[in-house]
């Protein structure tokens, strides 16, 4: 925060220079690709055609426009008269909210669900129609993501760790007391791409699973990566002698899957088990440690019944991790993740069997181990196997 202030007394400096020009400008426009990502997948709306983004935002619409940004706009509009008039029965300044119909119905659920407080601690001023400010587009965000303790002295570098304004943007956007509509599609924009909620889930994730935006949609517009049209294995993993995890590009049809779908070089498979797009396949018997296998798989279906294409990957079965240093000019120890037995017929290879060991000492996890010569200075490969 101390950098974020030393940046903003810099661009305070430069904006006070500026000012002191008196040259007139146009508003500039830089986000309608943006509004236009947004308003594709139904969280922006403009005046037909025109998206409007030169117009100054109020405090009234700038709240209507993180209500449509959140999905929630058909939760605000389906308030009862009587909800309505429950949320807004403390406001002092009821003349600063729009007479046209839905506007009642916005205001009252930017109150009822804590996007806002008011502008005043005395009492509650709801402010409708005062400029839009940078912080407030801001702090609307955030409480609306799930960060409920957002307040002004706190929401930039909140909203910079959520990951939608960036340590600059957050300058530029505390200087900003008067938004327009395409300063707020910007900040929107980022905020549904990229934005990351209290809970840790993405902000385009929650709005796709709520309903409020249709995946395809959101995939065609920019926001998410679209789903593979082929199902297939993205990897395969034995972090035990007894599991072997498979995880596939899609979510499979779990009626699809059956332990006869999957091989592991002829080895027994007990059972499997789906969630989402991982299958766990739980061995009848224990693989051997440190061995290569090829997992075959076939027959298995996505939800749009799409079959996979028979399949071989090759993994590892591994079941120990294993640290090794030098201890000496020729000797090395190695340290498992479990006691080894002092009888395993264990052996160790250095740079592809130049140099060969088979003098072990056993200490409870660790195996000190003479190689027999120096090596020379650089890296050097470590075979280990047979130890049990």
């Given at each position: 925060m101390?950098?974020?202030?030393?940046?903003l007394a810099v661009i305070l400096t430069v904006a006070l220079l500026a000012s002191m020009m008196m040259v007139p400008a146009l508003a500039a426009v830089s986000n309608e690709a943006e509004a236009k990502a947004l308003k594709a997948i139904g969280l922006f709306k403009g005046y037909g055609d025109d998206l409007g983004l030169t117009d100054k935002l109020?405090?009234?619409q700038g709240m209507i426009l993180v209500i449509?940004?959140?999905?929630?706009?058909?939760?605000?509009?389906?308030?009862?008269?009587?909800?309505?008039?429950?949320?807004?029965?403390?406001?002092?300044?009821?003349?600063?909210?729009?007479?046209?119909?839905?506007?009642k119905n916005y205001a009252a659920y930017a109150l009822k669900a804590g996007l806002t407080k008011g502008i005043s601690t005395a009492s509650l001023v709801y402010g409708g129609q005062l400029d839009f400010a940078g912080d407030h587009l801001v702090i609307l965000l955030l409480r609306a993501m799930g960060y409920s303790q957002a307040e002004k002295d706190n929401c930039w570098d909140l909203a910079v760790k959520?990951?939608?304004?960036?340590?600059?943007?957050?300058?530029?956007?505390?200087l900003n007391n008067a938004l327009i509509r395409d300063d707020a599609a910007g900040v929107l924009y980022s905020a549904v791409k990229n934005g990351v909620c209290a809970d840790g889930k993405t902000?385009?994730?929650?709005?796709?699973?709520?309903?409020a935006v249709d995946e395809d949609a959101a995939a065609a517009a920019g926001f998410i990566e679209a789903k593979p049209d082929v199902l297939e294995v993205e990897s395969v993993e034995a972090t035990n002698l007894k599991e072997v995890?498979?995880?596939f590009n899609k979510e499979v049809n779990e009626d699809s899957v059956d332990e006869r779908d999957f091989d592991v070089d002829g080895e027994a498979i007990d059972s499997v088990s789906v969630d989402g797009n991982v299958v766990t396949i739980t061995m009848d018997g224990i693989l051997?440690?440190?061995?290569?296998?090829?997992?075959?798989?076939?027959?298995?279906?996505?939800l749009d019944e799409n079959v996979i294409e028979e399949t071989e990957i090759d993994f590892t079965a591994r079941d120990v991790e294993l640290g090794i240093e030098f201890t000496g000019p020729q000797s090395v120890k190695l340290t498992f993740s479990e006691p080894i037995d002092s009888d395993s017929n264990g052996e160790v290879?250095?740079?592809?069997?130049?140099?060969?060991?088979?003098?072990?000492?056993?200490?409870?996890?660790?195996?000190?181990?003479d190689i027999g010569t120096e090596l020379d200075e650089g890296e050097h490969e470590f075979k280990v196997k047979g130890f049990e």
């Open positions: 101390r950098n974020l202030k030393k940046v109020t405090r009234e449509r940004a959140m999905g929630a706009e058909k939760a605000a509009l389906a308030m009862t008269d009587a909800e309505v008039n429950v949320a807004l029965a403390d406001v002092t300044d009821l003349n600063t909210i729009g007479t046209w119909a839905g506007a959520a990951g939608f304004v960036s340590a600059g943007g957050a300058v530029a956007l505390q902000l385009i994730e929650k709005l796709i699973a709520s309903g995890v498979v995880t051997e440690n440190d061995e290569d296998y090829t997992l075959t798989v076939e027959e298995i279906e996505d290879s250095v740079d592809d069997g130049i140099y060969n060991a088979s003098d072990f000492k056993f200490d409870g996890n660790e195996v000190e181990v």
